[in-house]
């Protein structure tokens, strides 16, 4: 609308009679293109270059992640989760034991919650590495990507060394993590936490005041405060548009109200500022796990797991060896533990926004009702308005910065 | 005549072979670069260093299942890649890629046709090779195609006009009235090189060369994340390689036509005193595979830059090309004609 009356600016009104002829084009952006990153369609409705409206398509990889659970027993929905934002599934795991624990009303170690802090700071970075990365690549620049790519490695090296498993981690247990840590785990963060900061700063030199890279993100798919709000925008996303809102100061869980650290906001919501905030989240997360660490040396050494017999899956050594832990064993596995009636919310900050669980217990060993509060989901609505009128280029950066997930988008 | 013709046929097919030898080989270069600003090996298997990779593309590309799409114009489909491959290699007949050389007491000139419309010529050529992309991107009958023919057009169409403005300015210093290219290298033989007359003229004329062959940042024509493939989008198989050896070899002849119209083409300082000492055939040689080194050192430029930098987006790539770099061409004729004046 803005362009339209910039054309005809200075034109005496009088003179145009009736509308315009103009003709649109459809354009399908997906459901298979290189800018989606994923599966999901978008049905654009264009005026040369120009976006005049969009239509979005979503379950192309809907999963029914949500019924399935139904039939889960809770220790098992954890894998699900792992499928859900896939670039930062520890962040997933975490949220999900923990609702359970909510559930179960269990006390949780101090030692562990910090060993849960260090395990999502680190799949955080993990996360908001791809996202800015690959905001390069859809901008042209492909070098900065291959820099930091590897530094998620490392990452995963670390996830490795814990559960063995690296993209679906299905790290931890519901009520800590199945094993200790190895020694080599701490020494792997070290080494990343003393290597990582030069690699992130060669990264932001790339691209943060690269004329071309500002001039293609300032003001490109803006949305503002009230809007964000409006839609239910959460996580860096609506950070950007200056709303200081973090899950992990609002309602801290695992102990984050014991950390100090800063929330990173933008200004104007747009495309740069949410790649700003993601960078800086990144400095934020490594202080984080710094702390962490520090608190994890002061805790008496040993405790990955809370003392609850009755939910907590035990040993398998101990299981071979010691008549009760098999017996907890037999009755957690065959379902003999009903959990109590009721229901929860427990939301954590996720690698893009609030990730939030709703769970609706019966008794009994499974869910009765699960919901996943997906940040994605809600982003991609919004997706229209902030594309529309904008260029075809714009679109595909706008999504790429929004992080909207496949896996998470559809469930 | 008749031995001027065997000459000149031996010359084209020297020539010939070696801008394709040399694009092919850029494409090498390019992914072993890429490979050494990326922290990564690079092609390495094909032969030692990897060193036949670009022929096995070229057999992976051949042997490559041709496929037409059902509402595509068959005729113009095929057209395309051969109009872009056909004029990009046809520049190279007015540069001027040496001396004379001395053979059986027959003087040889290293330059295929000395026209005294070179620079015209050149533009002319060049100005054809959007026909190629076009007739390719239309003919598909893919939007993405259509997007991206329709991109290439307008951005080549925009970028030369400064191209040539900037162009003007470098006769205005250079000309003899003619516009012929040989004559301008003989100005820098005798003279300083142009591009200490005409530093500004340079950079339009490099950035424009850049639009001109759509390298990063102006390759919005091909730009995978939005457009797929861009033009090429539903090319497979040797029309495919084609478009992207095309590129390669625009990017060989726009490296020599910068060498050539402000290095001093294949003038190097101070090798003409070595003549005595030398011979003369040895000069002219030395002087050729300098020429080739700045021209090198010109397409690890474009290379650098393709992997350093973001691409722009259409409006602001038209915006430099209309609000930027014509005012400043014009600017640069203005004042190459006041210093002429006033200065002389």
């Given at each position: 609308m803005q362009q339209d009356t910039q054309l005809t600016e200075g034109i005496d009104k009088d003179l145009i009679v009736g509308e315009p002829e103009v003709e649109y084009t459809t354009l399908n952006l997906g459901p298979t293109h290189p800018a989606t990153h994923g599966i999901f369609q978008n049905i654009l409705k264009m005026d040369g270059e120009k976006i005049i409206s969009s239509e979005q398509t979503v379950g192309y990889i809907h999963r029914a992640f949500e019924k399935i659970a139904e039939h889960r027993p809770f220790y098992q929905i954890t894998t699900l989760t792992d499928r859900l934002n896939y670039c930062s599934s520890p962040i997933n795991n975490m949220g999900w034991h923990m609702t359970v624990e909510k559930l179960l009303n269990i006390e949780i170690p101090k030692r562990v919650q910090y060993m849960r802090v260090v395990i999502m700071e680190l799949s955080r970075i993990a996360d908001h590495i791809i996202c800015n990365s690959v905001l390069g690549v859809d901008t042209g620049a492909l070098t900065g990507f291959l820099y930091v790519f590897q530094e998620r490695e490392k990452i995963y090296d670390i996830f490795e060394q814990i559960c063995g498993a690296r993209l679906t981690t299905n790290i931890g247990r519901v009520g800590g993590f199945e094993r200790e840590w190895p020694e080599k785990v701490f020494q792997l963060i070290e080494k990343f936490l003393k290597e990582f900061p030069k690699v992130w700063k060669e990264f932001e030199g790339l691209l943060t005041r690269n004329r071309i890279f500002m001039d293609r993100t300032i003001g490109v798919g803006g949305i503002s405060a009230e809007r964000a709000l409006s839609y239910g925008f959460t996580g860096p996303n609506l950070r950007a548009t200056g709303v200081d809102y973090d899950v992990r100061v609002m309602s801290p869980y695992s102990s984050y109200e014991e950390f100090t650290f800063d929330i990173p906001v933008g200004e104007n919501g747009d495309t740069y500022d949410r790649f700003m905030v993601l960078n800086g989240e990144i400095w934020e997360s490594l202080k984080i796990i710094r702390q962490a660490l520090d608190k994890i040396k002061q805790e008496p050494a040993g405790v990955y797991r809370a003392d609850a017999p009755n939910v907590v899956l035990p040993n398998k050594k101990e299981v071979y060896n010691n008549m009760e832990a098999l017996i907890y064993h037999f009755k957690i596995v065959m379902g003999e533990i009903d959990a109590p009636v009721g229901e929860v919310y427990h939301a954590v900050e996720g690698g893009n926004g609030e990730l939030g669980f709703y769970l609706v217990s019966?008794?009994?060993?499974?869910?009765y009702r699960l919901h996943f509060r997906r940040p994605c989901f809600i982003y991609y609505q919004a997706y229209p308005e902030m594309i529309s009128g904008s260029l075809l280029s714009d679109a595909v950066v706008t999504m790429s910065s929004l992080n909207v997930i496949a896996g998470e988008l559809d469930a | 005549m008749d031995i001027v013709l065997i000459e000149k046929s031996i010359l084209v097919v020297i020539i010939f072979a070696i801008s394709l030898g040399i694009a092919a080989y850029s494409t090498y270069f390019e992914r072993k670069f890429a490979g050494f600003f990326q922290d990564r090996v690079g092609p390495n298997n094909a032969g030692p260093f990897g060193i036949l990779q670009p022929l096995a593309d070229g057999a992976k590309l051949f042997t490559k299942e041709e496929f037409i799409p059902t509402n595509a114009n068959t005729f113009l489909f095929i057209l395309g890649p051969s109009l872009a491959m056909l004029t990009a290699c046809m520049t190279s007949a007015v540069i001027p890629w040496g001396g004379t050389l001395e053979v059986a007491g027959r003087t040889i000139s290293l330059q295929v046709a000395d026209l005294s419309v070179g620079i015209l010529y050149v533009f002319g050529v060049v100005s054809l090779g959007v026909y190629g992309i076009m007739i390719g991107g239309w003919s598909s009958n893919n939007k993405y195609s259509l997007l991206g023919a329709i991109r290439a057009a307008s951005q080549n169409i925009s970028y030369e006009i400064a191209m040539g403005l900037s162009i003007i300015a470098l006769l205005m210093v250079a000309s003899d009235g003619t516009l012929s290219i040989s004559n301008i290298v003989n100005f820098q033989i005798n003279n300083y090189w142009l591009i200490v007359y005409q530093p500004l003229g340079f950079l339009i004329f490099m950035i424009c060369s850049f639009a001109e062959t759509n390298r990063t940042p102006f390759d919005l024509p091909e730009c995978e994340a939005e457009l797929v493939g861009g033009y090429h989008t539903e090319y497979s198989s040797m029309k495919l390689g084609l478009y992207l050896f095309a590129e390669y070899v625009n990017m060989f002849i726009s490296s020599a036509v910068m060498a050539t119209l402000y290095f001093g083409g294949y003038d190097v300082p101070f090798l003409a005193d070595f003549e005595a000492s030398l011979g003369h055939n040895l000069v002219t040689i030395l002087g050729t595979l300098f020429f080739f080194g700045k021209i090198m050192l010109f397409i690890f430029f474009f290379m650098w830059v393709r992997w350093t930098i973001p691409r722009f987006r259409y409006d602001q790539l038209m915006k430099l090309g209309w609000q930027v770099l014509i005012p400043l061409s014009i600017i640069n004729i203005v004042l190459t004609g006041l210093v002429l004046t006033f200065v002389k």
């Open positions: 019966d008794g009994g060993r499974t869910p | -």
